[in-house]
């Protein structure tokens, strides 16, 4: 089994700034792409960013130039870099993985975080 724990969420001022940290662990597999996913009330949940085992990321418009992905392979890691907050990126933060486990599926599932909650407030 592969499991997937967030970490690095919580309170902050409007303009300052958050980094998400995501870990897989289990045995024997490998990761294709990672990334991050964000849910208010009442809402669908929606892409924020993603980032293929390569380094090729996408981002949701509304977070262009203020938020980064990246990964260490080698960590089975992905992170989430937030700068400059606003209000609207009040949301439980999501991850998420494509995995494949070695011998067992030549196919990849998606797995996902229990996810951790950003409040951007005064």
């Known amino acids: 089994q592969v499991q997937l724990v967030e970490s690095g969420g919580g309170l902050v001022q409007p303009g300052g700034s958050l980094r998400l940290s995501c870990a897989a662990s289990?045995?024997?597999?490998?990761?294709?792409?990672m990334g991050w996913y964000r849910q208010t009330p009442g809402n669908e949940r929606e892409l924020v960013a993603s980032i293929t085992s390569g380094g090729h990321t996408n981002y949701v418009d509304s977070v262009k130039g203020r938020f980064t992905i990246s990964r260490d392979n080698a960590k089975n890691t992905v992170y989430l870099q937030m700068n400059s907050l606003n209000a609207e990126d009040t949301a439980v933060y999501y991850c998420?993985?494509?995995?494949?486990?070695?011998?067992?599926?030549?196919?990849?599932?998606?797995?996902w975080g229990q996810g951790t909650q950003v409040t951007v407030s005064s």
């Open positions: 289990g045995r024997m597999f490998t990761i294709n792409t």
């Open positions: 998420n993985a494509d995995v494949r486990t070695i011998g067992l599926s030549a196919k990849y599932i998606t797995k």
